[in-house]
T-cell receptor
Framework: EDQVTQSPEALRLQEGESSSLNCSYT??????LFWYRQDPGKGPEFLFT???AGEEKEKERLKATLTKKESFLHITAPKPEDSATYLC?????????FGSGTKLNVKP | EAQVTQNPRYLITVTGKKLTVTCSQN?????MSWYRQDPGLGLRQIYY???????DKGDVPEGYKVSRKEKRNFPLILESPSPNQTSLYFC??????????????FGPGTRLTVT
């Protein structure tokens, strides 16, 4: 069964305190892994796509990496505006499976 | 402005009363999809469409219908809503480059309550 698990469910960081979010998956025929950011009351917003093990993508304080079984979203020196729920999704053929997200709270 | 729009944004209805949630995108995307989001369960795909007149079931299609008569529109139909369909619904769209969808653009969501 195709499955996506994100951990931790919630994460509280002090401003400047770096950390990582995890997304582990079991899926047949992975086509891509996606990271999204979701702010309260809004739809998810695309961050990154990763296609193969070893691939890395960066954007400002965020860096996403991919292995054969999991992906990490590294947050370096976070700021309060990075507070949001981060969602991971995997693509199998033309379907998408999402994890339940990690709610990140960055305190000033 | 490139966007996905959904209407209505909020809806309270009663069990059994048919309803339609509209979704429209202005990016000429081939792929469109509907999701529901419930606490602790994340986003679950209901239906998706690869292109006009081509639709297929996602993970949780029971109780829902869709149609894709035009490229820009992808309405979600609940013919006989039940309380377990109370949820936050998102429409999304994507290009179909190389025959497969990629990153999705999401609408603002429709919060549905069925009493």
């Amino acid at each position: 069964e195709d499955q996506v698990t994100q951990s931790p469910e919630a994460l509280r960081l002090q401003e400047g305190e770096s950390s990582s979010l995890n997304c582990s998956y079991t899926v047949s025929g992975l086509r891509g892994l996606f990271w999204y950011r979701q702010d309260p009351g809004k739809g998810p917003e695309f961050l990154f796509t990763l296609y193969s093990a070893g691939e890395e993508k960066e954007k400002e304080r965020l860096k996403a990496t991919l292995t054969k079984k999991e992906s990490f979203l590294h947050i370096t020196a976070p700021k309060p505006e990075d507070s949001a729920t981060y969602l991971c999704a995997v693509q199998a053929l033309n379907k998408f499976y999402f994890g339940s997200g990690t709610k990140l709270n960055v305190k000033p | 402005e490139a966007q996905v729009t959904q209407n209505p944004r909020y809806l309270i209805t009663v069990t059994g009363k048919k309803l339609t949630v509209t979704c429209s995108q202005n990016m000429n995307h081939e792929y469109m999809s509907w999701y529901r989001q419930d606490p602790g369960l994340g986003l679950r795909q209901i239906y998706y469409s690869m292109n006009v007149e081509v639709t297929d079931k996602g993970d949780v299609p029971e109780g829902y219908k869709v149609s894709r008569k035009e490229k820009r529109n992808f309405p979600l139909i609940l013919e006989s809503p039940s309380p377990n369909q109370t949820s936050l619904y998102f429409c999304a769209s994507s290009t179909n480059s190389q025959g497969a969808p990629g990153e999705q653009y999401f609408g603002p969501g429709t919060r549905l309550t069925v009493t």
